[in-house]
């Protein structure tokens, strides 16, 4: 389990062992032209906060041959509100590397705005708990509009998690969200 895997300190390994394949696998599907715009990797917080993650994403990329533009690494909300001035150094640091950025989970953290405008992301993910609500609550309905509608005025690609129903896609499109993901 995750939760395991941090408290032993694997998470590191485990992390670094799933970005290598996800990068090396994706270069194979590059290589094949099978059409795939990028790969997205999740990093655990304790990935994301432990100081050599840039230098370790470039190894990777130099090692596997994947073109930066062709990684998007997801960072949740959480991770990146523990010390946001540090959060913010680190994506700078990955951003220059030519990568994709994007936040995971957003809407569960608590964390400022203002800090969203200085961060150097592409991709917003709004969280499942917004998307499966959204057909029965109309704060939902609400918040998920305004998250689209915010994240596209600051020039961001946004996703709406979880999605499950037809009728929480129909929303979505309605809502001119860019992409879905769920098990529909």
């Known amino acids: 389990s995750i939760p395991l895997a941090v408290e032993t300190g694997l998470i590191i390994s485990i992390g670094q062992l799933?970005?290598?394949?996800?990068?090396r696998q994706a270069y194979h599907c590059q290589t094949m032209n099978l059409g795939l715009n990028h790969i997205s990797v999740n990093l655990s917080s304790v990935q994301f906060n432990q100081g050599t993650l840039s230098q370790r994403?470039?190894?990777?990329?130099?090692n596997t041959g994947l073109a930066p533009r062709?990684?998007?690494?997801?960072i949740t909300e959480t991770?990146?509100?523990q010390d946001a001035n540090a959060a913010i150094r680190t994506l700078n640091k990955l951003k220059n590397l030519g990568i994709r950025l994007a936040v995971d989970d957003f809407g569960?953290?608590?964390?400022s705005l203002s800090y969203l405008q200085?961060?150097?992301?592409?991709?917003?993910?709004?969280?499942?708990?917004?998307?499966?609500?959204?057909?029965?609550?109309p704060k939902n309905q609400v918040i998920l509009k305004s998250a689209i509608r915010m994240?596209?005025?600051l020039g961001l690609c946004i996703i709406g998690e979880g999605v499950e129903t037809i009728h929480e896609q129909s929303l979505l499109e309605t809502y001119q969200c860019d992409f879905a993901q769920g098990y529909l």
């Open 18 to 23: 799933v970005l290598e394949t996800a990068c």
């Open 70 to 74: 062709m990684l998007e690494l997801e």
């Open 57 to 62: 994403v470039e190894q990777t990329l130099h």
């Open 151 to 153: 994240g596209h005025d």
């Open 108 to 111: 569960t953290g608590y964390s």
């Open 79 to 81: 991770a990146l509100i």
């Open 118 to 137: 200085k961060m150097p992301i592409d991709t917003l993910k709004i969280d499942n708990c917004f998307v499966r609500g959204v057909t029965t609550d």
